[in-house]
């Protein structure tokens, strides 16, 4: 059988924890932040989980991540 490709787009956004999890970045980080709150903008630098749904999809994309 032969080896699966990796979607590298979606391999640059994303990170999968040890126990499984799926972190990605959260949006809207790039500019516009200096009317956000400060707890928006904290928020904003952390990653946020992925839902389930969504993770399926992007584990079948990176097969061996």
Sequence with gaps: ???LKTRKSVAKRIKITKKGKVLKKRAGQDHF???ESGKVKRNKR???NVSKTITKNLKRQLPYA
């Design 33 to 35: 932040n200096a009317r």
């Design 1 to 3: 059988m032969p080896k």
């Design 46 to 48: 952390r990653p946020k």
